[in-house]
C-alpha cells in the first residue's frame, strides 16, 4: 500500500513539471518576439535622451512623464539582460513585477503575496 501511494505522488509530480516546461517554452518564445520591439525603444530611447534633458523641469511636475521614464530604462535594462536571463527566466518576471508595483504599489501588496506563494 506505501509503495501505490507514493508511486501515485510521483505521477502527480511529473505531470506538473510536465505543465510548467511548457510554461516556460511560451515565455521564452514572448522573450524572442520583445526582443525586436526592444530593439526599435532602443533607438526612440536615444532621440528622446536629447528633448528629455531640456524637459526636465516638467517632469518634476507631471509626474506621469516621470514614470514613462523608469520604464524605458527598465526595458533597457531588459535588453542588456537578455542573454543572461534565458537561463534564468524568473528574474525578468520580478522586474516585471517590480515594474508594477511602481504604478501601483497599494492595489499589489495582495497580489504579491499570491504571486510569491505559486513561485
Known amino acids: 500500500m506505501l509503495q501505490q501511494q507514493q508511486q501515485q505522488q510521483q505521477q502527480q509530480q511529473q505531470q506538473q513539471q510536465q505543465q510548467q ?12 518576439q520583445q ?5 526599435y525603444q532602443q533607438h526612440q530611447q536615444q532621440q528622446q535622451q536629447q528633448r528629455q534633458q531640456h524637459q526636465h523641469q516638467q517632469q518634476q511636475r507631471q509626474q506621469h512623464q516621470h514614470q514613462q521614464q523608469q520604464q524605458q530604462q527598465q526595458q533597457h535594462q ?7 536571463q534565458q537561463h534564468q527566466h ?3 518576471q520580478q522586474q516585471q513585477q517590480q515594474h508594477q508595483q511602481q504604478q501601483q504599489q497599494q492595489h499589489q501588496q495582495h497580489q504579491q503575496r499570491q504571486q510569491h506563494q505559486q513561485q
Not at 526582443?35 to 530593439?39: C, G, I, K, N, S
Not at 531588459?78 to 543572461?84: G, I, V, W
Open 78 to 84: 531588459q535588453q542588456q539582460q537578455q542573454h543572461q
Open 21 to 32: 516546461q511548457q510554461q516556460q517554452q511560451q515565455q521564452q518564445q514572448q522573450q524572442q
Open 90 to 92: 524568473q528574474q525578468q
Open 35 to 39: 526582443q525586436h520591439q526592444q530593439q
